[in-house]
């Protein structure tokens, strides 16, 4: 039987044009390019210029994606910003970006999951697209996460990034089988009994503040590739599919250990796992659909690739999607 699918027709990214590598931030805490390589694999991160905002970056990232989609901004029926560094406590950074880029129709509106903002966005667009009621829908991840380090704390102030990716979801009519294209299922979990091992210090109803990230390093990572890889078979026993079947396995990049541990465990080869997690850093919602960009850009996320995307953030929330492009 047909369904509706959502597919994605173009994808896009930005990041701001200042980079932050390793040995620059060992001028300032008690750190090293080796100490930060050999425990997260990062080795540069992009940080937004003084007056450069999340909906700067997000509006950049959704012009590419739109092109790339060859769609006019005004075809697009809903936006879904994920980030947790939003320009104000209110209008929603969406709202924002729907200004920015001239769409006077549709709806637009804010989700916030942490570092898996992205995924929970595709999974909620999927839902509005596949009900029939809107037909193209624009999904990014856009951060400013910089904003909201301590830098005097070189667990925390190592570790992220800024930038902004985006994609164009598009609902079409699919012959409802394996080889669809499109958002074949989606997983989302959250256990808020986790909250002190990864959070912002600050917010306006408990201290007026921004506030800044506090993680207990060693306990994210004890919990992250068991709740990865949980969603991760969700999405395979909802499917059929298997490690073995999928073209590429497109994580967040939080830590190039974690990446690895996570693929080891579920059996995905190396040379299918996207990482950008060197060069970009941990850049929370965002880090997704800039490592999408970026695969698709140089050639290989191709049409009718599988493509198994998984996050995990502070809260704990977590998730999974597996897609045909």
């Keep these: 039987m047909s369904r509706i699918r959502s597919v994605v027709r173009g994808c896009g990214s930005y990041l701001p044009a200042e980079i932050l590598t390793n040995e620059d931030l060992a001028k300032s805490v008690d750190t090293s390019d080796d100490w930060i390589v050999q425990r997260t694999g990062i080795r540069q991160r992009h940080v937004?210029?003084?007056g450069e905002m999340t909906s700067d970056l997000a509006i950049a990232a959704a012009k590419e994606a739109l092109a790339d989609a060859k769609v006019d901004p005004n075809e697009i029926d809903l936006i879904v910003v994920a980030t947790s560094t939003p320009d104000n406590t209110f209008p929603a950074t969406a709202a924002s970006v729907q200004a920015g880029l001239g769409i006077t129709t549709g709806f637009a509106f804010d989700l916030q999951a942490v570092c898996s903002g992205f995924v929970y966005a595709v999974a909620v667009a999927d839902k509005f697209l596949i009900a029939g009621q809107h037909k193209r829908a624009l999904v990014i991840g856009a951060e400013t996460f910089s904003r909201l380090l301590d830098w005097t704390d070189r667990t925390t102030c190592v570790l992220f990034g800024d930038g902004a990716g985006?994609?164009?979801?598009?609902?079409?009519?699919?012959?409802g089988e394996a080889s669809d294209?499109?958002?074949?299922?989606?997983?989302l979990r959250s256990d808020g009994r986790h909250k002190s091992k990864l959070f912002v210090d600050g917010g306006p109803s408990s201290t007026g503040t921004v506030g800044h990230v506090r993680m207990e390093g060693r306990e994210v990572?004890?919990?992250?590739?068991?709740?990865i890889t949980d969603v991760i078979e969700d999405a395979f026993?909802?499917?059929?599919e298997s490690a073995q079947s999928i073209d590429w396995f497109i994580p967040h990049q939080a830590n190039r250990r974690i990446i690895d541990a996570s693929a080891s465990k579920l059996g995905i080869a190396p040379e299918?796992?996207?990482?950008?997690?060197?060069?970009?850093?941990?850049t929370s919602a965002a880090s997704i659909p800039l490592a999408i960009a970026e695969a698709r850009k140089d050639g290989r996320v191709k049409e009718g690739d599988l493509v198994l995307l998984e996050a995990m953030g502070g809260g704990f929330t977590w998730g999974s999607a597996l897609l045909r492009w």
Excluded: C, S, W, Y
Excluded at 166 to 175: F, R, S, W, Y
Excluded at 221 to 227: P, T
């Design 48 to 50: 937004a210029a003084a």
């Design 166 to 175: 985006a994609i164009v979801l598009e609902g079409v009519e699919q012959p």
């Design 181 to 187: 294209r499109g958002v074949l299922t989606t997983h």
């Design 221 to 227: 990572f004890r919990h992250a590739v068991g709740m």
């Design 237 to 240: 026993a909802a499917t059929g």
């Design 272 to 282: 299918k796992v996207v990482v950008t997690v060197d060069r970009h850093g941990n």
